[in-house]
């Protein structure tokens, strides 16, 4: 079984500044998924960035990008030019290639807070 | 195009009684996910079902607890004889086609309080 873990429940930043949050998994697959979701005050998962295994190159999306160190089992996300709404939990996610590809293993968020 | 669309969005519920949780996935998507978020927790997975069809309930409780997708209209998650435990966000997701890796949209989730 696949877990996440996030080890930072909470975090702040301020505004416009860089920040970096954590997560590590623990798989046997070799193939899979990882995904950032962002769960704002509104509650609604949206996804951030996905990335596959197979590729060695760092997903990016604006201002958000990723550090996956695949070796380390790690799946950081960076945040640059921090924004009033990037305020939210976030969720590191997991899904293994093949099978049952639908279930997303989540871990169990980190809180950021941006301060302006 | 409007994204996934659950209601209702906060539902109160006293111990013993029923529970209906709806679902309309986005236009053109078949397959749907539902998802169970307990406070402090990240969410897990409960069932996938595609139209008239489940595919995969491997994460649903065994009693009180069922699901379906019809022909026409919401998916509804069903939970019978509610109980404390039970309090919860409940999510659904959706997806057009279910090939892996794809991405999963979600809706903003069903607040259930169990009193």
């Known amino acids: 079984a696949q877990t996440v873990t996030q080890s930072q429940p909470e975090m702040s930043v301020q505004e416009a500044e860089t920040v970096t949050l954590s997560c590590t998994y623990d798989t046997s697959e070799s193939n899979y998924y990882l995904f950032w979701y962002k769960q704002p005050p509104s509650r609604q998962m949206i996804l951030v960035i996905r990335?596959?295994?197979?590729?060695?190159q760092n997903a990016t999306e604006n201002r958000f990008s990723v550090n996956f160190q695949k070796a380390a089992k790690s799946f950081s996300l960076k945040i640059s030019d921090s924004q009033l709404g990037d305020t939210a939990m976030y969720f590191c996610a997991f899904m293994k290639e093949g099978g049952s590809n639908y279930k997303l293993t989540f871990g169990k968020g980190t809180l950021l807070t941006v301060n302006p | 195009n409007a994204g996934v669309m659950q209601n209702p969005r906060h539902l109160v519920r006293r111990r013993g009684q029923e529970a209906r949780l709806r679902c309309s996935p986005m236009?053109?998507?078949?397959?749907v996910y539902w998802y169970r978020q307990l406070p402090e927790e990240g969410l897990k997975f409960m069932v996938y079902?595609?139209?008239?069809?489940?595919?995969?309930e491997s994460g649903m409780p065994k009693e009180r607890f069922s699901a379906e997708f019809p022909k026409e209209g919401p998916s509804i998650l069903r939970i019978q004889q509610v109980v404390r435990g039970d309090s919860a966000a409940y999510f659904c997701a959706s997806s057009p086609t279910g090939l892996e890796g794809e991405k999963l949209f979600f809706g903003s989730g069903t607040q259930l309080s169990v009193l």
């Open positions: 079902l595609q139209k008239e069809n489940i595919i995969d």
């Open positions: 990335q596959e295994a197979y590729k060695q």
């Open positions: 236009k053109g998507h078949s397959h």
